[in-house]
């Protein structure tokens, strides 16, 4: 059973960079995708980004705009996302997760129904 264990939130100011992390721990991930997905209050879960765990070959939401960057240590078993230049919009509840990957394309990364496992989450305040 994959288990995935998110750490590095916290509150930053406005412009500010906070690197997230996402343990993974119980089984492999090859074939797999991982992602981060995010949730403000009072709204949906929405995609931030995602990676097949084996090739790379990461997509990024448009509100991104460059300043979010995906990346996997294959000795740590870890994956990373690294937030900079970071908006008060950005505030949420950050969560990895894990998938397996059929298909390889923008709707199938972000579509959360095909993510097998999750992560707690991590809260992430950006202040003004």
């Known amino acids: 059973q994959v288990q995935l264990v998110e750490s590095g939130g916290g509150l930053v100011q406005h412009g500010g960079s906070l690197r997230l992390a996402c343990k993974v721990s119980?089984?492999?991930?090859?074939?797999?995708?991982v992602g981060w997905f995010r949730q403000a209050p009072g709204k949906e879960r929405e995609f931030v980004t995602a990676?097949?765990?084996?090739?790379?070959?990461?997509y990024y939401a448009d509100y991104v705009d460059g300043r979010f960057t995906i990346s996997r240590d294959l000795d740590k078993y870890t994956m990373y996302l690294q937030m900079n230049s970071l908006k008060p919009e950005d505030t949420a509840v950050y969560y990895c997760?894990?998938?397996?990957?059929?298909?390889?394309?923008?709707?199938?990364?972000?579509?959360?129904?095909?993510?097998?496992?999750w992560g707690q989450g991590t809260r992430v305040a950006v202040s003004s």
């Open positions: 119980g089984g492999t991930l090859d074939g797999y995708m």
């Open positions: 997760a894990a998938g397996f990957s059929n298909y390889w394309n923008p709707a199938t990364a972000g579509n959360p129904s095909n993510y097998n496992y």
């Open positions: 990676l097949l765990w084996s090739h790379l070959m990461p």
